[in-house]
């Protein structure tokens, strides 16, 4: 079983940044993929990025693709979301997620079977 729990989110304005972070207990982190996934009022959770168990390979909704990065330290069990450039319409709550993935780069909630509680993200105009 592996336990995973977020932090780092908050209120910010537009144009700004946050980290998130989601730290992972329970098992071997190393063969786990990560993702962040995100959910606004009212609508599906949708993919935000994902990164391999090695922290080699990322892959990012093209909403978000050269304002968030992610990354991932397997010694502290780690994964994290940087977001620049902040928009009101990135307002959610981000969920952490992982996958036992020795291969591969999972980017579908279906994929994914541990999830963070989430953390909510508001951005203002």
């Known amino acids: 079983q592996v336990q995973l729990a977020e932090s780092g989110g908050g209120l910010v304005q537009a144009g700004g940044s946050l980290r998130l972070s989601c730290a992972a207990s329970g098992r071997t982190f190393g063969n786990y993929a990560m993702g962040w996934f995100r959910q606004a009022p009212g609508k599906e959770r949708d993919f935000v990025a994902t990164i391999n168990w090695s922290g080699g390979s990322t892959a990012y909704a093209g909403s978000v693709k050269g304002r968030f990065t992610i990354s991932k330290e397997n010694a502290k069990n780690t994964v994290y979301l940087q977001m620049n450039s902040l928009k009101p319409e990135d307002t959610a709550v981000y969920y952490c997620?992982?996958?036992?993935?020795?291969?591969?780069?999972?980017?579908?909630?279906?994929?994914?079977?541990?999830w963070g509680q989430g953390t909510q993200i508001t951005v203002s105009s």
């Open positions: 997620a992982a996958e036992f993935a020795p291969s591969g780069l999972p980017i579908g909630t279906s994929q994914y079977a541990y």
